[in-house]
């Protein structure tokens, strides 16, 4: 992988792979894509500085400028730093599309409605989101030309920098493909991207986000020119429903305890619903020693787990029957519900009771026989 990088500008640093998209993948089908609302003054910039303006075109405040939009439900707020020259930095809402149709793969699902853009030439700026970014969403990086130089730093939720080590690369344009690679020393390696290409055709290329904990990329660019910019956008694949490991505690017997705890997860980290209306679980009873699902069993118990451990005391009527766990996840936000997952408990059986067992008793001849042999070591032991 690494020599055939080496063709198209890899930068010093190796990072986990390249994955290139192909014509009739389908890729994005179904991706959510950052949006940002459009400027109050009908520009597709809502910021804009430079040394002639644009007609129409907001200008960037002194103290640097902000928009807040949307990522996967969430605020995404896109800062720009307050500059120490002239810049050109700001926002497309709704007009610059993903990369150039001619540059880009047929059939790859790219998205009908333009996503939400954030751009900037030189200086510093930032994507962030209140929340963790889903694992495996993409910053979208686009039209790098001019010899811009790009630097992509990613932190987590504190501002602690996350290692973007083993990031990958998603190549999609199927030409001027930007030099990239990683820089840095772990664990804060980043990312940097430039391009000494004239002049750029709108190609769009992409670094996956590997990591479960990035809320923050911050973009450090510079371009010797005051024009032009690069496009930044985020992307994630469709969301994933929540899933749940059950586990139980406690023998099956009639009049006793069984608990039943699940460990819950969700590659797009949205939480756990606990409440009433969220994660459900159910205790069942089958005369069959599988069982995969609570519907091919008779539910005995369940409802509502409200994200904790629950409790079930099988009866004299589960007798002889396998008892299972059940438990079917809610998140509190994306794709549901999890697919319920059942876990046995054990047949159900009666607590075996064992007897008293009687005292032996002693005949007649062997009391007398002991009384004796009491009273001769008494008088021995006076005796003495």
Not at 24 to 32: A, K, M, Q, T, V
Not at 175 to 189: K, L, Y
Not at 256 to 262: D, I, L, P, R
Request: overall charge negative; some cysteine; aromatic content about 10%.
């Amino acid at each position: 992988m690494l020599s055939s990088l080496a063709c198209i500008g890899v930068l010093n640093g190796a990072h986990a792979a390249e994955i290139t998209v192909t014509a009739d993948s389908n890729y994005f089908l179904g991706w959510s894509f950052s949006t940002f609302p459009r400027p109050a003054v009908g520009t597709t910039y809502w910021y804009y500085q430079n040394t002639t303006g644009l007609p129409g075109a907001d200008v960037l405040p002194a103290g640097g400028g902000q928009t807040v939009g949307a990522f996967n439900g969430n605020p995404l707020t896109w800062t720009v730093d307050p500059p120490t020259r002239l810049i050109t930095a700001g926002v497309w809402a709704g007009t610059n599309y993903f990369g150039n149709p001619s540059y880009l793969p047929a059939n790859i699902g790219a998205p009908s409605t333009p996503p939400g853009q954030g751009f900037i030439s030189r200086g510093t700026a930032s994507f962030s989101s209140p929340v963790p970014f889903r694992q495996g969403s993409v910053l979208f990086i686009q039209d790098v030309d001019g010899n811009e130089n790009f630097k992509f730093s990613f932190l987590d939720c504190a501002g602690n920098p996350v290692d973007a080590g083993d990031f990958d690369f998603l190549r999609i344009s199927t030409s001027n493909t930007p030099s990239h690679g990683i820089e840095g020393t772990a664990p804060a390696q980043y990312w940097r991207v430039t391009s000494a290409l004239g002049n750029d055709p709108n190609t769009v290329n992409g670094i996956a986000i590997t990591a479960p904990n990035v809320c923050r990329i911050d973009v450090d660019g510079d371009k010797p020119s005051i024009g032009g910019s690069v496009n930044l956008f985020l992307g994630s694949p469709p969301n994933v429903v929540p899933t749940a490991v059950p586990a139980v505690s406690g023998p099956p017997l009639v009049g006793g305890t069984v608990t039943g705890t699940y460990t819950y997860a969700d590659l797009d980290n949205n939480t756990e619903d606990a409440t009433s209306a969220g994660t459900s679980y159910a205790f069942v009873v089958s005369p069959n020693s599988t069982l995969s699902h609570s519907s091919e069993g008779t539910v005995t118990q369940g409802g509502p787990s409200n994200g904790g451990a629950v409790t079930y005391s099988p009866s004299a009527s589960d007798e002889g029957q396998y008892l299972y766990f059940c438990v079917t996840p809610i998140a509190s936000a994306g794709a549901n519900p999890g697919l319920e997952v059942c876990t046995p408990v054990g047949q159900v059986s009666i607590p075996v009771v064992t007897a008293p067992q009687p005292v032996p008793g002693l005949s007649f001849p062997s009391l007398f026989g002991l009384t004796a042999l009491v009273g001769l070591l008494g008088w021995r032991r006076r005796q003495g």
